[in-house]
């Protein structure tokens, strides 16, 4: 049975950092594609960071700089550092995991599993 279990949220002010993990059980997740997904309640789901087992990464914004997805020094471990946070970031962050890919995206409706989120939230 596989899992996903996220972890490193809270509340902090804007400018702060935070260090997301997702733990995964039943899969190895080196081999997978991985990627970092928040949602806002009554909003679609949408991509932050994705991450293909060559370590290729994809991000929905890249030129901001304060998001970073990489693999845990335990393979089955998916790390989200977010940096410079700003409360429009305030949101439910989930992983999933895709076992078809052939490049890192964020496609939600092809990844296989999901965890149950981890929320973040920051304050001005």
């Known amino acids: 049975q596989v899992q996903l279990v996220e972890s490193g949220g809270g509340s902090v002010q804007s400018g702060g950092s935070l260090r997301l993990s997702c733990k995964a059980s039943?899969?190895?997740?080196?081999?997978?594609?991985m990627a970092w997904f928040r949602q806002v309640q009554g909003k679609e789901r949408e991509g932050v960071a994705g991450?293909?087992?060559?370590?290729?990464?994809t991000y929905a914004d890249p030129g901001n700089g304060r998001f970073t997805i990489s693999r845990g020094i335990d393979e089955n471990e998916v790390v989200l550092k977010m940096d410079s946070l700003k409360p429009e970031d305030t949101a439910m962050y989930y992983c999933?995991?895709?076992?078809?890919?052939?490049?890192?995206?964020?496609?939600?409706?092809?990844?296989?599993?999901w965890g149950q989120g981890t929320q973040v939230t920051v304050s001005s």
């Open positions: 999933a995991a895709d076992r078809y890919c052939t490049e890192p995206h964020m496609m939600v409706a092809d990844f296989d599993f």
């Open positions: 039943g899969l190895r997740v080196s081999l997978q594609c």
């Open positions: 991450i293909d087992s060559g370590s290729r990464t």
